[in-house]
């Protein structure tokens, strides 16, 4: 993959408003901070670090991993532009990053009708049935281990400073 599908955002600016890293739950950090390294993992075309396959290993394993992988790359190929994820070392979320956050909490509730709205937010059409399926598979994995994901708390959230 040549980043066609997922963009890394780590020369770009921020702008509006969005969530910061420490907003979200436990699983929330895990999950977002795996989806990171994976991305530059591929973009680098290098192996993912050992370090976050052992941190899922708690949470399902390869299993969930594999799923991970699956959900982001049906979500990238069916949206109509490119995934946005930021480089590990950004506190803030992307919209996408909070989309997929919002998404897997909404499963994790119990909640199909508000992940499907997300998740028809996150790509601008219909989700497909693979799609919707290994976001499901993630979500389970996480509520097994008793980790939540999504934003805790009310979005407090400032611009980064600019270099003038």
Not at 23 to 35: D, S
Request: charged fraction near 25%; charge should be positive; aromatic fraction near 4%.
């Amino acid at each position: 993959m040549k980043g066609s599908y997922l963009r890394n955002a780590a020369d770009m600016k921020g702008a509006g408003r969005s969530p910061v890293f420490t907003r979200l739950t436990e699983g929330g950090q895990l999950l977002i901070w795996a989806m990171r390294q994976w991305m530059v993992a591929m973009l680098q075309r290098r192996c993912v670090p050992v370090s976050v396959m052992r941190s899922f290993e708690t949470v399902g394993g390869a299993r969930v991993f594999r799923s991970m992988t699956a959900m982001v790359l049906l979500a990238a190929r069916d949206a109509d532009r490119p995934l946005l994820i930021h480089p590990p070392c950004r506190e803030e979320l992307s919209a996408d990053e909070e989309r997929i956050a919002e998404v897997l909490a909404a499963l994790r509730r119990g909640s199909i009708t508000a992940a499907r709205v997300h998740l028809c937010a996150l790509i601008d059409d219909e989700p497909s049935a693979a799609l919707q399926r290994h976001a499901q598979i993630v979500a389970d994995c996480f509520r097994c281990a008793g980790l939540p994901v999504g934003i805790e708390g009310p979005v407090e959230w400032q611009a980064p400073a600019t270099n003038r």
